[in-house]
């Protein structure tokens, strides 16, 4: 992936503040996770107008995104055992009092916003039935980004009930759209992962000092993670608050590498090498990562690139920086860093020998 595609990726337009607004109102959403589309509709909020509008246009199979605590609540059991890979499809159900067959348009909108009432209760629904709720994960978009997460966490962060109906619209409705649904609001899956990064801090500035080293001045930040205490360090070179293109590093801590002498990484001399560019640069930042991948003298240690990239994205966040060049040539970790909210406009080799293996055992 070159620096302008990443570019061109991140300035998107973020669909999710229309996204909320429409969701508010009752009005249908398009969803799209590649090449997927959906219909969303607010499930407090839809009516057999919307409804009608939404089996007309989908597939017709109707499911409504929900949490598991409240599906534990209205006492609906998953069809099968919780797999997090997969779509967690309950025991589909009908709103029990004064439905007819529960088919209609009007009568699936009452049973998805009997769902979303809070005075709903297990006696009130009939198994099985024409509407079909889905387990979201406990985590939303971050811990499964795709749609059913996506359609409950717009819900909840539009401030309504997270409680979503959805349905497929098919490969055969192909662009440009029908009147009716040309018009509606369009929001990604990876928008709702953006809106929800930004919102929500997973670190938290803890200090700031001065950092005297044998390259020159350099300022240490300190970072608490929200998740359990693990600091994290962010040593800067000049100012890049508010700056674009700001050459980074993103480190994962290496004990045996970075500071026992290990040979069977690289670990040391590329956080050397790190620290010597944005020192060399008087203009960067390296972004030491603590407590996730291990390697080197630590075999056992599993690597998690994906929580590593959003914890730098958040501390780079934090520090006031607008974009960056990220000094690697791994481009999924480029295409990481910026799917979590921090723009990468271009890659640039650290060293001519490259970055970390993180193979257990991998040797120079
Ligand atoms: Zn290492």
Request: glycine share 10%; proline share 7%; with cysteine.
């Amino acid at each position: 992936m070159t620096g302008a595609v990443l570019a061109e990726r991140t300035e998107m337009v973020d669909g999710a503040p229309s996204a909320l607004a429409a969701l508010r109102r009752g009005e249908p959403v398009v969803l799209t996770h590649a090449r997927e589309r959906h219909l969303v509709i607010a499930a407090e909020r839809v009516t057999g107008r919307t409804m009608a509008l939404l089996v007309r246009y989908s597939s017709g199979f109707a499911c409504v995104a929900i949490e598991g605590e409240r599906l534990a609540a209205l006492d609906i059991p998953l069809m099968e055992a919780d797999d997090a890979g997969r779509e967690a499809f309950a025991v589909s159900v009908d709103a029990g009092a004064g439905l007819t067959t529960g088919i209609s348009a009007l009568e699936r909108a009452r049973t998805v916003r009997a769902l979303a009432h809070p005075s709903t209760t297990p006696a009130d629904l009939v198994r099985p039935g024409h509407v079909v709720p889905v387990q979201v994960r406990p985590g939303g978009v971050l811990e499964r980004p795709a749609p059913p997460e996506a359609a409950a966490d717009l819900c909840r962060l539009a401030g309504l009930v997270p409680a979503a109906v959805f349905a497929a619209i098919p490969e055969s409705v192909s662009e440009p759209l029908p009147t009716a649904l040309a018009d509606l609001t369009t929001v990604r899956v990876e928008d709702v992962v953006r809106h929800r990064e930004r919102a929500e801090p997973l670190v938290h500035p803890a200090a700031v000092a001065p950092l005297a080293t044998r390259r020159g001045l350099l300022t240490q930040h300190t970072y608490v993670d929200v998740r359990g205490g693990t600091e994290h360090l962010a040593v800067v070179a000049g100012a890049v608050a508010d700056a674009d293109a700001v050459p980074v590093r993103v480190h994962d801590e290496c004990l045996a590498g970075d500071l026992l002498g290990s040979v069977r990484c690289r670990c040391a001399g590329d956080l050397a090498a790190a620290l010597d560019a944005v020192a060399t640069a008087g203009n960067g930042v390296v972004v030491y990562v603590r407590g996730g991948a291990a390697c080197g003298g630590q075999p056992t240690g599993v690597a998690v690139p994906a929580d590593r990239d959003r914890v730098a994205a958040h501390v780079l966040r934090d520090l006031g920086v607008r974009s960056v060049v990220l000094l690697t040539d791994d481009h999924g970790h480029a295409g990481r860093l910026s799917a979590f909210g921090m723009p990468v406009v271009a890659c640039a080799p650290l060293t001519p020998a490259g970055q970390c293996d993180l193979r257990a055992g991998a040797v120079e």
